[in-house]
């Protein structure tokens, strides 16, 4: 079993590397910006709320009555404390490598990126109100999108993958009630991954058919990414601190 789930290196899993390194430096303009502030080094643990909005926490009653759309997509990228980023990260850097090899990055983009919109929208109607971060919606969507994948694959490995992606959805949301963790947020991305697990192909010959128009909405996924995340640095930037 460990055989199995042993990860490759980040090297050669460019998304991925993207997505983790993108996350880590967030993170750290957002403590520098809470030490300027005198905040101290409490802000690495548990940042406060204000702080949190400031560098992109989805804030429903910001984007909707303020017009901060990207909030529906920079929320994915801010996180709420060295514990919460170093947790996320490490899933990340568990699952993204395999299934960025699997079905290749503009797939593995598209559904995370799908997923963090999904996540939100179901905190939405589940929480209005509440102060949102974390890529957790993403990749809870990622996990889904194994179990549904990998049972529709088919095979004595894939079958494995499916059952400890499973398992592990599974525990994580039962502790996430026990945490107070958004798991309105990780249903619905892990709802949006399991769909999408029945739509990506399973066979070379299909990923190849669809490999154009997974490269547009890639593209087009990571081109919105950076104008959300853009919008952060230039809305912090052009604001007395």
Known sequence: MS??????????????????YTNLALFT???????????????????PTPLLRAWGAQFWPLAIHQGEWWRCISYAYTHGGIIHLGF?????????PMLEEEIGWSR???IYTLCALTATLAGYVWHPLVTVVGASGSIFGLIGFSVSYYHRMGGYQA?????????????????????GADNAAHLGGAL????????????????????????????TCGLISIVSLLFVLFVRLGRVF
Do not use: C, D, S
């Open 108 to 110: 593995l983009l598209t």
């Open 159 to 179: 079958i494995q993958r499916r059952n400890f992606m499973f398992q592990w959805a599974v525990m994580a949301f039962f502790f996430g009630l026990f945490v």
């Open 192 to 219: 949006t991954g399991a769909a999408m697990g029945f739509v990506v192909p399973t066979t070379a010959r299909n990923l190849r058919r669809t490999e154009k128009l997974y490269e547009i909405l890639g593209w």
């Open 29 to 47: 303009l957002m403590v520098l910006h809470g030490t300027i502030l005198g905040l101290g080094m409490g802000t690495l643990l548990n940042p």
């Open 88 to 96: 996320n990260m490490m899933v990340l850097y568990q699952v993204g």
């Open 3 to 20: 055989q199995l789930f042993r990860r490759n290196p980040l090297t050669g899993h460019t998304l991925v590397q993207i997505l983790i």
